[in-house]
């Protein structure tokens, strides 16, 4: 389907007091691929998401969603495809209840009740929140607001997801369930991160940018196995492929420990 490829082409911004943020970046993205975009902090990632969505527009280049340019005059059509997930989740969350929330999306496309209640319920399933339903967001754990924040997105019923940094201050169970969460979301998925661990389980393509510019684009096995590229960006490896094997005292080379930076692998 036309309408979930993203193109992005020569794309170029800088904020207003002249500090530049995108640098002529190109990439397509096509239906169904699952995308990181990595690179250190002030590369460009947020802002770079925050063009896909209509956030900010275009002051050279062009984004398109499909067949469609973002434009102010299309944001509504670009925003029914294409759902923006914040890093922090209190910059989404604004009504009094949960369940307000997650149906505001519906309820300001004109949706008949029922089909906008249906909606609502199915997104708090989903992401295991029916019971926060009538709770004050401010009263959520940080995990809790992260899976309403997704919940609002996911009412829309978006053919892209755009995620910055979903993993952020999450504790183990709460970045498990989310993990599991976007493992089965089946459409596009584009997600800014530094958790490179999560890129290896959930992403098979890696865009790299530094200062404003695609440095990288690639089969995520390929990028993050490259120990220099990922260096010279600021980056690590995911913890997982940080290995050293070790000789122990009575002489095996069966013991391995992970996560150690800079640490080769240790022979005789």
């Known amino acids: 389907m036309s309408h979930h490829i993203v193109e992005v082409k020569e794309l170029k911004f800088s904020y207003p007091d002249g500090t530049p943020a995108l640098n002529g970046v190109n990439f397509r993205i096509t239906h169904g ?14 802002t770079l998401l925050l063009h896909l969505n209509g956030y900010l527009t275009p002051q050279a280049g062009s984004v398109r969603i499909g067949d469609i340019p973002i434009t102010k005059s299309t944001l509504k059509q670009v925003r029914q495809t294409v759902g923006m997930v914040f890093q922090d989740p209190d910059d989404q969350l604004f009504m009094p209840r949960v369940y307000d929330d997650v149906a505001f999306g519906p309820t300001n496309l004109g949706l008949p009740p029922d089909e906008v209640k249906q909606r609502t319920m199915n997104a708090l399933a989903l992401v295991g929140a029916v019971h926060l339903k009538d709770r004050p967001p401010y009263k959520l754990s940080g995990g809790e607001k992260r899976a309403v924040s997704i919940a609002t997105v996911l009412s829309m019923s978006p053919a892209i997801l755009v995620m910055d940094e979903p993993t952020s201050n999450l504790d183990p169970k709460a970045r498990r369930q989310l993990m599991s969460l976007l493992a089965e979301f089946d459409h596009t998925k584009i997600i800014a991160t530094h958790d490179m661990d999560m890129v290896l389980d959930l992403c098979s393509r890696v865009i790299i940018l530094r200062g404003g510019e695609v440095v990288a684009d690639g089969a995520a096995k390929d990028i993050l196995n490259n120990r220099e590229l990922l260096d010279s960006s600021g980056l690590e490896k995911p913890f997982r492929l940080q290995e050293a094997v070790w000789k122990n005292p009575s002489g095996f080379r069966d013991a391995r420990y992970a996560g150690i930076k800079g640490i080769e692998e240790l022979r005789n």
């Open 33 to 46: 691929e699952s995308v990181a975009l990595v690179g250190a902090n002030g590369a460009g990632k947020s």
